[in-house]
């Protein structure tokens, strides 16, 4: 509410001073025709500007009006689903909206935008209080953009919903995937990230430089089709050995009525002698 209130002073100041302007200055007012602000630094005249900033696009109405709507829009859009969240940043997106709001009713109403103010110690383009909101207010806006510097929890805390679930699926899909932490060729990535060490007790990991494809998740092992084992043979039986014969003394061996005698024979009868 109170952004609306300040653009619609900021809107009843412009056109005031505009429509002062077209009463009291005549059109293309020189030397002493004009109105006498700061003596050397500043005057007021009366020119209608057909164009935008600096004279540019002349004649082209309806495209810059229509571009006007739109980036009021878009400014819009962005301060409601707080995608500029600083209270910095919403105090001078809505001044640059106010400005853009003043010259584009102006190009509706007329088809020009009145211009007043004329510097004179150097060559600048004619300008009026819309333009100044654009202008200084822009300016400090993409200043504020470059600058503002805010920890990542604040950050993470203000950003718009559709950023915040895109990050966290983009979280949960790096976990899925291990090569999905690897930055694509375009995406910038830090150099502490880089050379910072994955294991702290590992003195030799702080000196590896560049990307390394971490090591794919094992498969998990299928399990073996089930096979029936196959039944046991039966065991042979044991085969009794047969009992030995016993060893028969040796029969004399037969002989024709004659007597044989073995040497044992003959020495025991030399022996008695």
Same mark, same amino acid.
């Given at each position: 509410?109170?952004?609306?209130?300040?653009?619609?002073?900021?809107?009843?100041?412009?056109?005031?001073?505009?429509?002062?302007?077209?009463?009291?200055?005549?059109?293309?007012?020189?030397?002493?025709?004009? #109105?006498?602000?700061?003596?050397?630094?500043?005057?007021?005249?009366?020119?209608?500007?057909?164009?935008?900033?600096?004279?540019?696009?002349?004649?082209?109405?309806?495209?810059?009006?229509?571009?006007?709507?739109?980036?009021?829009?878009?400014?819009?859009?962005?301060?409601?689903?707080?995608?500029?969240?600083?209270?910095?940043?919403?105090?001078?997106?809505?001044?640059? #909206?106010?400005?853009?709001?003043?010259?584009?009713?102006?190009?509706?109403?007329?088809?020009? #935008?009145?211009?007043?103010?004329?510097?004179?110690?150097?060559?600048?383009?004619?300008?009026?209080?819309?333009?100044?909101?654009?202008?200084?207010?822009?300016?400090?806006?993409?200043?504020?953009?470059?600058?503002?510097?805010?920890?990542?929890?604040?950050?993470?805390?203000?950003?718009?919903?559709?950023?915040?679930?895109?990050?966290?699926?983009?979280?949960?899909?790096?976990?899925?995937?291990?090569?999905?932490?690897?930055?694509?060729?375009?995406?910038?990535?830090?150099?502490?990230?880089?050379?910072?060490?994955?294991? =702290?007790?590992?003195?030799?990991?702080?000196?590896?430089?560049?990307?390394?494809? =971490?090591? =794919?998740?094992?498969?998990?092992?299928?399990?073996?089709?089930?096979?029936?084992?196959?039944?046991?043979?039966?065991? =042979?039986?044991?085969?009794?050995?047969?009992?030995?014969?016993?060893?028969?003394?040796?029969?004399?061996?037969?002989?024709?009525?004659?007597?044989?005698?073995?040497?044992?024979?003959?020495?025991?009868?030399?022996?008695?002698?």
């Amino acid at each position: 509410m109170l952004y609306a209130i300040v653009v619609v002073l900021i809107l009843i100041a412009d056109q005031a001073v505009k429509f002062y302007t077209t009463k009291n200055i005549l059109l293309n007012a020189v030397g002493a025709d004009c #109105v006498k602000l700061i003596d050397g630094v500043v005057h007021m005249t009366n020119v209608h500007n057909y164009g935008a900033a600096f004279g540019i696009f002349q004649n082209a109405r309806w495209p810059l009006t229509i571009l006007s709507a739109v980036f009021v829009v878009a400014i819009i859009v962005l301060i409601s689903r707080e995608i500029i969240h600083t209270r910095i940043g919403r105090w001078l997106a809505v001044l640059v #909206v106010a400005g853009a709001l003043g010259n584009c009713i102006d190009r509706l109403l007329y088809g020009y #935008v009145v211009d007043m103010f004329e510097v004179e110690f150097f060559n600048f383009a004619v300008f009026n209080v819309a333009d100044i909101f654009i202008t200084v207010c822009g300016i400090l806006f993409c200043i504020h953009l470059l600058v503002h510097n805010e920890p990542e929890a604040v950050r993470e805390a203000n950003e718009p919903e559709f950023i915040r679930r895109r990050r966290e699926a983009k979280a949960a899909a790096a976990k899925d995937d291990p090569y999905a932490a690897i930055p694509k060729r375009g995406e910038h990535r830090s150099l502490e990230d880089e050379l910072a060490p994955e294991d =702290p007790d590992d003195l030799f990991s702080e000196w590896s430089f560049g990307d390394e494809i =971490p090591a =794919p998740k094992p498969e998990p092992a299928s399990e073996p089709e089930y096979e029936p084992s196959p039944e046991p043979e039966p065991e =042979p039986e044991p085969v009794e050995a047969p009992a030995e014969e016993p060893e028969l003394p040796e029969e004399p061996e037969e002989t024709d009525g004659e007597e044989t005698y073995s040497l044992d024979d003959i020495l025991s009868e030399f022996g008695d002698l």
